[in-house]
């Protein structure tokens, strides 16, 4: 019965509506505007009413075949410019309208259920084309700051120029999101602030990269090479000591969970993390008496696990929560952690991988976890 709705928009869209079999009458695509409100009201509700249930293989469909109806209407006015006047094209964009209050109500309602990865309508890529490119506008006046690093103010506001210049909208909602939040938390470059509550624009700026976990290879490359001039004057001792200072802080930042410019690659303060580190051991190649160096283990030998990385981290989780481990960061016991184990699926871990599932702990690994706790209670009776 949930697909009952759909199957009667699809005909619809891909049939009554089409530029060939249309004829276009105001009283009469009023009504059938009306008429599609409902259907999209009545598919609207019948997610509502499998809230509680297991939804994800409907929702999975369902924001699948709406996203290809929003093509095919696009496709009704990019392939007929020349054949349709302006009120089939303002017929058409109010038909998309409808059916992306599906997609926003999925998104909205369903978060877990939806598909960021899939690439966003046309028509949602030129709405919010219009809204970006007025935000860019803003964005830039802060070029005129005395104080602004033009090439800082450059790589962070690449993102939103990439959206508002392209002229394809081969987007995903992932994409979208990233960049629309960027935009905002980059506001500050243009609303009226009191300069008391920024007290360095470009650090400003920095920190809302890092929190966005904004991984692109050309930012952590400005931030090593700033650092490297900073450094420049400095003796050892102080670039030593710096270096220092720097990974440790990084390694303590948290993004903002769910963010990542690039999901392929390490997450920001992993990528500035590893350069400083190799920085560290390339001018301080022999450790002072009682210092001890930092330690990358080599793949061959990493200590060998018949366990998942799932199971390893709620181990590792157990141990922190039991007061067992005690560093006071979780990002140098996730790095560490990393640096150490092998599992049967992988030979390097990834320490974005052990933070994610730090947070969400899976049912399989938890019993998983039970039933070695028990086997090791066992094994401590033969001790």
Sequence with gaps: MEHEPLHIIEEWVYITIHPQNY??????????????????????????????????SFLNVLQLKVLQLLERVGDYVKNNTENLNDGYRSFYIKVAGY?????????????????????????SFLKNRDVLSVALTQLET?????????????????????????????FTFRQLTYIQQLVQSLSFLHEPVPEKWIKDINEEIHTVLLQLNYNLPRYVLLCTTRLDEKMAEMDLAAKLSTLQWYFRTMEQL??????????????????????????????????????????????????????????????????????????????????????????PKSMEVSSGSIRTKHKFSSIHSIKTVRILLLQLVELLKEE
């Excluded at 997609?103 to 028509?123: H, K, M, N, T, W």
């Excluded at 009682?290 to 981290?313: C, D, F, Q, W, Y």
């Design 142 to 170: 802060a070029y005129q700051h005395p104080k602004i690093e033009h090439p800082l103010l450059r790589l962070a506001l690449q993102p939103i120029k990439d959206f508002v210049q392209s002229d394809t909208g081969n």
């Design 99 to 123: 059916l992306e209050k599906v997609i926003d109500y999925i998104r909205r309602y369903v978060p877990g259920a939806f598909q960021e990865s899939l690439q966003i309508s046309c028509f």
């Design 254 to 343: 948290e993004p903002l969970p769910g963010f990542c410019f690039l999901p392929t690659l390490p997450n920001v303060t992993e990528q500035i993390v590893s350069s400083l580190r190799a920085a560290y051991n390339l001018i301080n190649p022999v450790p002072a008496e009682g210092e001890l160096k930092p330690v990358h283990p080599v793949i061959g030998g990493r200590i060998k696990l018949s366990v998942s990385v799932a199971v390893l981290t709620l181990f590792i989780k157990l141990c922190i929560k039991a007061g067992i481990i005690v560093n006071e960061s979780k990002s140098e016991v996730f790095r560490i952690t990393s640096q150490t184990f092998s599992t």
């Design 23 to 56: 004829l276009l009458d105001l009283q009469e695509s009023n009504r059938d505007l009306l008429f599609l409100e409902q259907k999209i009201d009545m598919l609207c509700n019948s997610i509502s009413d499998q809230m509680h249930g297991s939804v994800s």
